[in-house]
T-cell receptor
Framework: EAGVVQSPRYKIIEKKQPVAFWCNPISGHNTLYWYLQNLGQGPELLIRYENEEAVDDSQLPKDRFSAERLKGVDSTLKIQPAELGDSAVYLC????????????FGPGTRLTVL | DAKTTQPTSMDCAEGRAANLPCNHSTISGNEYVYWYRQIHSQGPQYIIHGLKNNETNEMASLIITEDRKSSTLILPHATLRDTAVYYCIVRVRGDGQNFVFGPGTRLSVLP
C-alpha cells in the first residue's frame, strides 16, 4: 500500500514569491494534517482536516498561509508571499480517524526561501 | 508546549540495547505515552504506545513506571538504521487530541 505522498520534495524560491505544497494521503484516511518542522525541532501542527473540513487551524498564520482539501482527499498548502522565516520542512500526515493512535507521515517538502 | 522531557542526545553501541528515557511527571490518568522516531530526511514514524502496562512489539518495548511519571523506550539490539530522533508524546487516546512533538532525543548508534 502506498504511503503518504508529498510533492515537491524540495523547493527553493525567493522571498515574496508564492509557493504550494501538495499531499496525497493514504487511501481511506479521513484525517489529514499539515505540520511545519524547523531545524532541530519537532513538528508543529499547522492545520488538521476531517474529510474536507478544517477543524483545527488555530496555528495556521492566516495572513499568508492557506490550505484546502477539496473532495476530502488530496490537500494543498500555500504560502503567499513567502518570507525568509518560512524556510522549513512541511510535513503532511494522515490517519484513518482523528482518534487513531498512529499518524502516517509523508517525507516532507523542504522549503528554502532566499 | 510538550508535556515531556527527554535528553537532547544519546549514543549507543551497535548490537547493544538502547534505553531512551522520558519524563512526563504531569501526565493525566487518561493520557497515553506514545513514541515516534524520525530518521534523517523522512517523516516521523510511529513506534509504540501504552497506558500503564509494559508494551512490546516488533520494533521496541515500552516500560512505564508504576506512578506513570516516566517511561523508557527500549530498542533491544540497536542497529545503525536506528539512528534517529526519538519523540516521546503524551496524549489522550480516542478524543482526537493533537500530538504535540517536543525536540526529542537524537540517538546515534555507533559501529
Amino acid at each position: 500500500e502506498a504511503g503518504v505522498v508529498q510533492s515537491p520534495r524540495y523547493k527553493i524560491i525567493e522571498k515574496k514569491q508564492p509557493v504550494a505544497f501538495w499531499c496525497n494521503p493514504i487511501s481511506g484516511h479521513n484525517t489529514l494534517y499539515w505540520y511545519l518542522q524547523n531545524l532541530g525541532q519537532g513538528p508543529e501542527l499547522l492545520i488538521r482536516y476531517e474529510n474536507e473540513e478544517a477543524v483545527d487551524d488555530s496555528q495556521l498564520p492566516k495572513d499568508r498561509f492557506s490550505a484546502e482539501r477539496l473532495k476530502g482527499v488530496d490537500s494543498t498548502l500555500k504560502i503567499q508571499p513567502a518570507e525568509l522565516g518560512d524556510s522549513a520542512v512541511y510535513l503532511c500526515a494522515s490517519s484513518p480517524t482523528r482518534a487513531a493512535s498512529e499518524q502516517f507521515f509523508g517525507p516532507g517538502t523542504r522549503l528554502t526561501v532566499l | 508546549d510538550a508535556k515531556t522531557t527527554q535528553p537532547t542526545s544519546m549514543d549507543c553501541a551497535e548490537g547493544r540495547a538502547a534505553n531512551l528515557p522520558c519524563n512526563h511527571s504531569t501526565i493525566s490518568g487518561n493520557e497515553y505515552v506514545y513514541w515516534y522516531r524520525q530518521i534523517h530526511s523522512q517523516g516521523p514514524q510511529y513506534i509504540i504506545h501504552g497506558l500503564k502496562n509494559n508494551e512490546t512489539n516488533e520494533m521496541a518495548s515500552l516500560i512505564i513506571t508504576e506512578d506513570r511519571k516516566s517511561s523508557t523506550l527500549i530498542l533491544p539490539h540497536a542497529t545503525l538504521r536506528d539512528t534517529a530522533v526519538y519523540y516521546c508524546i503524551v496524549r489522550v487516546r480516542g478524543d482526537g487530541q493533537n500530538f504535540v512533538f517536543g525536540p526529542g532525543t537524537r540517538l546515534s548508534v555507533l559501529p
